[in-house]
């Protein structure tokens, strides 16, 4: 297939490795997902695959009904999920869904997690929120994440007694608002129990995400390994 | 001795690389095996020896007594509970034993871990069972998790003040269970710690559980490198 | 350049490896930076790279006013911070900032740290102080971290709502000031949800703090690695 | 000197990385010893010393009032202690400190771990014990550190304020006493900030601990590699 798609596999095989590091996953419990530019397709992680034999060549190319296209694996049981995303969201390049511990906590309770620190301020613009219970096997997984995020400034939805689903433009961005959101919530956790959390103004959220999602980081990006 | 047991002896002596990745045991406090299948044997751990040290040669082979047929070692001081459990339950192919934190804090506590995961109803069908108190060194702790198991949906097991043991049709079933064992113990604490964890319908767990069991993963096994 | 920033380069470079290792920081929120002894510059991250890119050639110098005089990229979002330091404390040599978990539950909170460890006493001399809550993007952060600092004992401040910025002669200094902060951290976190723990009288903290800093490691620096 | 100095300078230096593979230590704070077998000599970490840069060459050899017998590094600031106990306890041949998280909680609170898990019961005989505030600098440490220990079971006690001291019949003993305190303190903390732990009975724990201390492990130690 393409150049595109087989940079893709790339990509997604490898950014798994990150969620393994920062110790967002258990066993196989993650997935991590890509658009292919400007065409109806995605590629996702192989159901039930450890991370250690993710490889470009085991990546599952679907349609975006969720119908494999190309691999001989079976793709994530959360690909639908994925692709109700893709198909209700434009602009997303890139999906990841976890349990991460901390933040499936707040998921256990039905509880959005209140902005309490700058950083959160800065990648999700304030809290982050609850979503519906839903069962899997259908859309209404898809349908609970794009009616919590649709408007919302968070790329993260906590989904009810479930786990985390994160979007960005990219799949990097996905991974990297999964990472985000797992320190959040576990900072948000460790202050709840030690004591009372002091609120951030609403204005004051408001700047510092004006601010982080135009001046962070590289303006062109460097040229780096990953 | 046969092909079979060499295969196991690799096996076994690899599984416990994956309890010391997910932080389940400190120092040489877990352990695992595997039966033979079609024979009245199995292959253990020996006793007190390192995780480092672990190799297929210095695994022990016993019967289902534990009596040592093959091995310079002492097998692992709970032998005879993984035996009483090869006896007792034929399907059985793998057990697993530790005392991974999360989890041995539910057991101390004398508490079920109830259902608040979609995680938890895919793996375990629903709460996660405390077993009786039991002294090592006779048949009481194999006794305690057969009478807990039997007939009950989870591969795991909360001894009372103990720790967990688990079950699996392969001692890597029964290793992934140890490991989602610990993963859901974890939020589980963290969810009550933080606020009311929500309960998941009973219907809804059975959904999930029977969805799970029959849909998750790949038909026929890929080829993977462990 | 000078021989002396090129050292220095490596060092800041080198020193982010023991935020990862501490496990202070996720995806590239936090940063060392070091003064170049004797003119009015430092060595700085660059903004939003990840750990594992950075490079002693890819370090940015900036002049006391965060200025880039040296470098492809732009330096790390919190450079006004770091220079504003430079300039009101002449005695220090390095900074660190990170958003490490436990200390900043505190600082979300809004609550010192008190101290119940000897060894807080031995490196804080005492507890850890709070400071205000600033917006990024000018000199209030800076501002709020001398003002907190200066005639404190302790080389740490928990900016509220924010995270730890820590100082030091050196940038080593700071970087083990931000290690043991986050542990201090930790174990206050964890006696205050265990129970009551127990003050260390005044006069004991004293002793402790000056003895640790006169007599504590080698006189001559043993010939390490690092 | 010795042969049997050089090889406890390998084996002291080589037991500091257990307590960095079990995160028991930040930075430098934690030191192993052992005794020097029929002589009044011990073997020691110097003081301030990374743990990566630990070799048998810059161990240092103390007599057992402290005094650097040989070696180019000062000992650790915790020398008095170890060289305490080792003139007031024969049997004892290692010697280990830390001031481990959830084991230092619990010597913040002033508290002994209550024993709520036959791991506990076989390790330590029953709770872990607290033992007295002391200041650094001279023999209080050491007198309370032994007062606490004679007679008593643990080979752990926890110090009020400050961290934990182990003992063992050689270093590598102490290093495991080391190990599985934090273990247990962890496992005891989580199940308390969970709900009502359940007491073992006090026979049980007896017979528990006779059992252990007879029976687990290999009669003759295996050939392993460390």
């Known amino acids: 297939m393409s150049d595109e798609v087989a940079r893709l596999r790339e990509t997604v095989a490898a950014l798994h490795a990150e969620l393994v590091r920062y110790n967002l996953v258990a066993w196989t419990a993650g997935n991590v997902s890509a658009r292919v530019p400007g065409r109806d397709l995605m590629v996702i992680k192989p159901s039930g695959v450890s991370y250690d034999d993710l490889r470009p060549g085991n990546m599952v190319v679907c349609d975006l009904d969720g119908v494999v ?18 198909r209700a969201m434009p602009d ?47 859309d209404d997984i898809g349908k609970g994440i794009v009616a919590t995020l649709t408007g ?19 799949a990097r961005d996905a991974v990297k608002a999964a990472v985000m959101c797992e320190d959040v919530a ?13 609120p951030i103004a609403p204005e004051d959220i408001d700047s510092l995400y004006a601010r982080y999602q135009n001046v962070y980081g590289q303006t062109t990006i460097p040229s780096a390994r990953r």
């Not at 296209?69 to 995303?85: K, N, R, W």
């Not at 999906?95 to 309770?109: D, I, L, Q």
Request: hydrophobic letters at 40%.
């Open 152 to 170: 919302h400034r968070s790329p993260a939805v906590l989904m009810r007694n479930h786990g985390v689903f994160t979007i960005g433009r990219t």
């Open 186 to 198: 576990r900072t948000a956790h460790l202050a709840r129990t030690l004591g009372d959390p002091v």
């Open 69 to 86: 296209v190309e691999g001989d694996l079976a793709p994530s049981s959360d690909t639908a999920a994925h692709a109700y995303v893709y």
């Open 92 to 138: 997303v390049g890139g999906v990841v869904h976890t349990h991460s511990g901390y933040a499936t906590a707040w998921a256990a309770c039905g509880e959005s997690i209140p902005c309490h620190l700058t950083a959160q301020a800065d990648e999700f613009g304030g809290e982050i929120p609850i979503g519906p219970f839903a069962l899997i096997g259908g």
